[in-house]
């Protein structure tokens, strides 16, 4: 039977390898397919396991080598991960000198113990986090082959993530626990060290079985083939599971289309589960108590209104399940699954439980390369929690205003370094924090304001239906924008991602005119924005004075409830003041206002407003 099951999504694979390899002209997509069987010794924190890996290149290129993550690995005194943490100015409090002084029992490893391809053996070598590995034979374009691996592994005392033994008391949290194969895209291979940050899989099918202690419960990616042998909250109502025989069972799992497969374990997990009306089945893990089981059962409420709402705001959630597990050391994004952590208050609780869902948006169907682009992951998760939280709680403050007060305050530090840098690269952890999460999120916000929130929103959809399972980059969503908007934003994404240059335009001068009143704005910062200049006046009334920039090449439409429009007038970027001129009297106007909507991120707003 596994192996019908396992010839079966091979056929699966070839298939999404021939559908997927090209996404769009001059892009490729290598495809894999996972087959891993590995016994967990619960006394020892030890395991092994096998792992056969059906490998399609799909790129234009051949192959001469391949490159698979260890990421267990860098648990372990002197390993990257321990070094930057303790030399970093600003470490992160959950790891900072933990590594360095893990014991021999504590630390995490992965040491393969065999490989070939294609029935032959190839020469590795492991390098840290990273198992290098040279092939007796190149691998072709258009081309299949299959490794065959068996490895070993000891599961780290929890400090980032992944590991064992939780503060919380989780025995195991099972993220980037295997051997896992490097991606290679049109930029090359993304065979980065693990030094804490982000992620980068390839899209493919896993077949998982675990095999473990009966008395624990396991939740996390995939679909539970055996669930009437399993048991554990699993199988069909009113079927009687079998009392397993030995002390172990097998638990087996497949994850279709998929780039990361997670676990979790626990002898004393509660397990729930509630069926959506459309079919998706939420199932919640956590270890009961006085800190968890009030809100973990109230949580069963929150979990479905957010598949609903992120759905229909960023497109269908395209798996049939969700699992929401206690474990890990935070909160941290998996496929179709989360890891977080439990004893928390219902609004962290459900903020949390939020945030990692949308990321089954943007890190788990989109998923662009998120080490080299996090804030189109964090930022854009930030960006679509924020509307969700907004919505399920119906709060009537501004749901962006923490992600724009974290860009704020990320400009004053001085620590501010281009979005476009590699998480790992980043100097501090909190510019890469505020780069990521709130500057991220702000892009999308403030994209809001320049090309009109109906054709952001639309964008998003189409930028959804275009590049999902395909892996986008930056120029990917802004050609999703320009074509909903009509609007030219190269100039947008060169500043705000590629620079720290910042915002800054005022109201210099406003004189009474023969004609009217005359009105001089001025430029400060280096960043060119359209304006939108509205006017108030004494009887109430209001009137919005657009100003685009000429290289958008066009103006945004008109948006709801924004005042009459009454002057349309081109910003060229180069010149530093600009003035425009009214036909009302300057003693009939109450005050004048750049963006009162707040939307643009103007670093100086007190600037912005003059009142008579």
């Not at 080299?372 to 679509?384: I, K, N, R």
């Amino acid at each position: 039977m596994a192996n019908y099951i396992f010839r079966s999504w091979l056929g699966l694979f070839f298939f999404m390898a021939i559908s997927l390899g090209y996404a769009q002209n001059g892009r490729f997509q290598q495809a894999v397919a996972y087959q891993m069987e590995v016994a967990m010794d619960v006394s020892t924190n030890r395991y092994q396991g096998t792992q056969v890996l059906a490998y399609t290149n799909n790129s234009p290129d051949t192959l001469t080598r391949v490159f698979y993550h260890l990421y267990y690995n860098a648990f372990q005194p002197g390993s990257m991960m321990d070094v930057r943490s303790r030399t970093i100015a600003d470490p992160d409090q959950r790891v900072k000198d933990r590594i360095a002084k893990l014991a021999p029992e504590e630390i995490g490893y992965l040491h393969p113990t065999r490989l070939t391809m294609n029935g032959g053996p190839v020469s590795f070598k492991e390098v840290g986090t990273v198992l290098e590995v040279d092939l007796t034979e190149p691998i072709l374009p258009n081309s299949s082959v299959k490794f065959e691996m068996s490895f070993e592994g000891q599961v780290p005392l929890q400090v980032r993530r992944s590991g064992r033994d939780s503060e919380e008391g989780v025995r195991y949290s099972m993220s980037q626990w295997y051997p896992k194969m490097a991606n290679y895209d049109e930029q090359g291979w993304h065979a980065n060290p693990y030094v804490g940050r982000e992620f980068y899989g390839i899209w493919g099918n896993f077949d998982v079985k675990i095999t473990i202690d009966k008395s624990y419960t396991l939740g996390g990616t995939g679909y539970l083939q055996n669930p009437n042998q399993i048991g554990h909250g699993y199988q069909d109502e009113g079927v009687k599971v079998p009392e397993p025989k030995g002390n172990t069972l097998t638990w087996h799992f497949v994850a279709p289309q998929v780039h990361d497969f997670m676990w979790a374990a626990d002898n004393k997990y509660q397990h729930d589960k509630v069926q959506m009306a459309n079919g998706i089945t939420v199932h919640h893990f956590y270890i009961p108590g006085e800190k968890t089981t009030e809100n973990w059962e109230k949580l069963k409420e929150f979990t479905p209104k957010a598949i609903d709402y992120l759905s229909k705001q960023f497109g269908q959630y395209p798996y049939k399940q969700f699992s929401v597990v206690q474990g890990g050391d935070g909160g941290m994004e998996y496929a179709m699954s989360t890891l977080i952590t439990g004893e928390r208050s219902l609004p962290s609780l459900v903020g949390v439980m939020v945030h990692e869902l949308a990321h089954s948006w943007f890190h788990g169907v989109l998923a662009s390369n998120e080490s080299l682009y996090p804030w189109m992951d964090e930022g854009f998760t930030s960006y679509a929690s924020n509307l969700a939280m907004a919505s399920i709680f119906q709060a009537n403050a501004s749901p962006h205003r923490g992600s724009y007060g974290g860009y704020y305050r990320l400009v004053k530090s001085g620590l501010e370094e281009p979005m476009s840098t590699h998480s790992d690269h980043y100097q501090t952890n909190s510019a890469y924090g505020a780069a990521a999460y709130s500057k991220g999120a702000v892009f999308l916000a403030q994209l809001g304001y320049v090309i009109g929130e109906e054709a952001r929103d639309r964008g998003m959809y189409r930028y959804w239906n275009t590049w999902k399972f395909k892996h986008p980059n930056v120029n990917d969503l802004i050609r999703a924008m320009e074509k909903e908007s009509g609007l030219e934003l190269d100039w947008y994404k060169e500043y705000f991602v590629y620079s720290t240059k910042t915002i800054d335009y005022g109201v210099k001068e406003v004189n009474a005119s023969v004609d009217g009143t005359s009105i001089t704005l001025e430029r400060i910062g280096a960043m060119p924005m359209p304006i939108d200049l509205v006017i108030t006046y004494k009887d109430g009334t209001k009137e919005l004075v657009y100003l685009p920039l000429e290289i958008l090449r066009g103006a945004k439409m008109e948006e709801p409830n924004a005042p009459k429009l009454v002057l349309t007038q081109d910003w060229p970027w180069v010149y530093p003041t600009l003035t425009i001129s009214l036909k009302r009297e300057l003693d009939t106007i109450k005050s004048i206002e750049i963006d009162p909507s707040k939307r643009m991120v103007d670093i100086q707003v007190e600037n912005n407003k003059v009142e008579f």
